[in-house]
């Protein structure tokens, strides 16, 4: 087994998902749930983002080249929803959906896809795809992938702990912060995509 790309691997996309950071946002969207729910929608996400950044890793570069898709078009994309929910956790309009229909939306869009498995997260997949030299180094990077998504979920089965610290004043406090930190990603996110397309278009 190769320890040394597995190591890269488990790093590069650890510091990219940082874990750490999405608890703020995980429980900004979900602090409101019942710890039932929550959980669910945390192995939602994280099951979500797993199969997101497998298929990108198996046939991602195929789908963009079908598309006829730039990488920094899908890192814009990916700002311009980010944004959205940004918008929402600032308005403190998050609750509106039904329980149960809410769960599974915040599981799915943005916790899920575009936070857990960005922009950032595929095109790194990517890249160690490419470095891949046979059938073992594609077994090392699917083992470091899933040995992410098991901190990630981790982090976020153990976040109902914070819950019970903040209480629902602090909730709505954090949920607001959430919100800002989120809006300044989405930004840095289109800003990205923007200086990519600039060099792009400019070589």
């Given at each position: ?10 790093v590069?996309l ?5 874990p ?34 497998v ?22 994309a ?7 929910v ?15 229909g809410?769960?599974?939306?915040v599981a ?8 857990l ?11 160690f ?19 992410v998504m ?19 004043g602090g ?19 289109i ?13």
């Amino acid at each position: 087994m190769n320890l040394k790309l597995f190591g890269e691997v488990f790093v590069t996309l650890l510091v990219i998902v940082d874990p750490p950071g999405m608890v703020p946002v995980f429980l900004a969207l979900t602090g409101t749930m019942p710890t039932k729910q929550r959980t669910r929608a945390g192995t939602q996400a994280v099951g979500l983002a797993l199969g997101v950044i497998v298929v990108f890793a198996v046939a991602g570069q195929t789908l963009l080249d079908y598309l006829h898709v730039q990488l920094p078009a899908l890192q814009g994309a990916g700002g311009l929803l980010l944004v959205l929910v940004a918008l929402q956790l600032l308005t403190g309009k998050t609750d509106e959906p039904s329980e149960q229909g809410g769960t599974t939306n915040v599981a799915l869009v943005p916790i899920g896809t575009p936070l857990l498995a960005g922009p950032g997260a595929i095109v790194a997949t990517m890249l160690f795809v490419r470095r891949a030299e046979g059938a073992p180094d594609y077994v090392v990077i699917g083992l470091a992938i899933l040995a992410v998504m098991i901190t990630v979920w981790l982090v976020l089965r153990f976040s109902g702990v914070i819950v019970k610290l903040l209480r629902p004043g602090g909730i709505e406090v954090l949920t607001r912060i959430a919100g800002l930190l989120l809006a300044a990603i989405a930004v840095q996110l289109i800003a990205d995509a923007v200086a990519a397309f600039v060099r792009l278009y400019s070589a």
